[in-house]
């Protein structure tokens, strides 16, 4: 499982939250605006870390437009399941870390454990 830099995650939080799928020069309008705290960027920078994410298998490119224009290739809850997966397989004794994470979550998410489990 690959992380993601503190750049990386900032343009996949915008990703993820996107409907449609967003250019270089979107996501450094977005990441200059109040979604992205005023960061200032090079669009090549912008376009070095799109680079990057889609060699992690991040995003998808759209080849067929110009600028081409980039779309979350799974969504932020597979990929914090992925790293709950990756935590818990570097775990030596899986049941104890288990058994301490869901001691610690609410009722509320405690009953949404209980309904997937009843599910499966």
Known sequence: MNSLGELERSV????WAS?????????????AGPE???????????LTVLSRLEKKNFVMRERDTRPHRYRAAA????HMADLM???LGGASDRA????????????????TLRRILAGR
Do not use: C, N, P
Not at 12 to 15: F, K, P, T
Not at 96 to 111: C, K, N
């Open 12 to 15: 996949m939080d915008l990703l």
């Open 19 to 31: 409907v449609e799928s967003l250019s270089a020069y979107d996501l450094q309008a977005k990441l």
């Open 36 to 46: 992205g705290a005023g960061r200032e960027l090079a669009a090549t920078t912008i």
């Open 75 to 78: 969504g932020r809850e597979s």
């Open 85 to 87: 997966h990756e935590v």
């Open 96 to 111: 104890a870390v288990l058994e301490r994470f869901v001691g610690q979550v609410s009722s509320e998410e405690a009953e």
